[in-house]
């Protein structure tokens, strides 16, 4: 997971290659979207991915807590 922060913001997120079942992340990563426009990660999972959704938001926010 590659956090991206500029001028304050989080201007994107990248997952690597240390990837699960494609199906539930393509869902998942929707999440992406939500975090970056609330610039943090209090946001809702998505319905159908709950395990994958929180796994990005957890990862999200170890990683600004690394930054």
């Keep these: 997971m590659t956090v991206t922060v500029s001028g304050g913001k989080i201007t994107a997120i990248e997952i690597g290659d ?3 079942d ?3 992340l393509a869902r998942a ?3 992406i979207d939500e975090i ?3 610039n943090g ?3 809702d ?3 159908g991915a ?3 959704s929180s796994g990005i938001i ?3 926010s170890d990683a600004l807590k690394d930054a």
């Design 18 to 20: 240390n990837r699960e």
């Design 41 to 43: 990660t209090d946001v």
């Design 50 to 52: 709950t395990f994958s």
């Design 29 to 31: 990563e929707s999440v």
């Design 58 to 60: 957890e990862a999200v």
């Design 22 to 24: 494609e199906k539930w």
């Design 45 to 47: 999972t998505v319905s």
């Design 36 to 38: 970056i426009a609330a």
